[in-house]
């Protein structure tokens, strides 16, 4: 794809969105918090899990252990429903290939696309707000080429003010408003496709640090609040269906942007609670050349604390899978 025809396809997301709200709206699809009624936002926790409540599979090649993740916790079509619309996050903010481990791995996209198509989703977005040009983080992160092979998807990228909207956010310590996209309240189902990777401010990106990329302004998050604090204030706010953990590539060290010291684990970690699908995260590595406990990372610790979900997911509701 030429790059007058990316970026064609991109601005695509821009306007589509007013046809998004008007088959939202028709559906009776939304996605935001507490009395927002929406998928993508998030509901007090209840402090049960689905039975399995997380899947950890390694040893396959990308698409064989993203869609053994998804079968396991009941497969996509206990999340997507013909005719949904589908907004999936992935980490698009850097412009390094997908071997830095610094953004999710284009395959894992492909694959989670192909099984919403499966399921009978109407329209399958992806957006991000990246933290450099947009155009070249699309680029070298290989989203450009998956644009180029998946007509169905729509790349978006976040950052005009009219991709948001402001929620009042009362149980939040941080702020009492928050900007997001308009898409969380849009789509029927919100995913999460985070990459697993070291952060200087926060020990670790995960699902939840991959929250930031939905929201208008992240100056105040580095500035005016407590990050960690914010961060889990948000993970009141926001909360996907589905949260599917990149771990193919991983960035040990000098996050979020690179390059560092790269394992290759060549795992997928999905769950329902994304606090479980963190805190998973957390043990299979050495992040920042230290052996790391979830409950040591703050906004983790603070999600915890404040219902997001939970830190320890117990055994018996976690399937382990090899495909080596």
Known sequence: MKRRDFLMHVAFGTAALQTLQISALASGGSALH????SPGFASPASGTFIDPALAIVKGGDIPATVRAAVDALGGIKAFV???????????????????????THPEVIRTVVQLCEEAGAKRI??????MRRAERCFEKSGMTALASELPQLTFKELGDERDFETVQ???????????VAKLLRKADV?????????????????GLKNLMGVIRDRGP????YDLHAAIADLAMVVRPQLTI????????????????RVDQPGTIIAGVDPLGVDAAGVRMAEWNNRTTDPAHVRHLALAAERGVGSL??????????NLG
Not at 34 to 37: E, R, V
Not at 169 to 179: G, H, Q, S, V
Not at 221 to 224: A, E, M, N, R, S
Not at 312 to 321: A, F, S, T, Y
Request: net charge negative; no cysteine.
């Open 34 to 37: 507490p009395g927002f009624t």
């Open 81 to 103: 429903k013909p005719g949904n619309i589908v907004f999936l996050k992935p980490n698009m903010s850097f412009p390094n290939p997908p071997e830095w481990g610094s953004t």
């Open 125 to 130: 977005v992806a957006a991000d707000f990246p």
């Open 169 to 179: 956010t009362p149980d939040a310590k941080e702020f009492r408003e928050i900007a």
């Open 190 to 206: 919100f995913i999460n496709l985070p990459t697993a990777k070291a952060h200087s401010g926060t020990s670790v990106s995960l």
């Open 221 to 224: 998050f580095h500035g005016d």
């Open 245 to 260: 953990l990149d771990a193919h590539y991983v960035l040990l060290t000098n996050g979020p942007g690179g390059p560092g």
């Open 312 to 321: 320890h997911v117990p055994e018996e509701q976690i399937v382990r899978r």
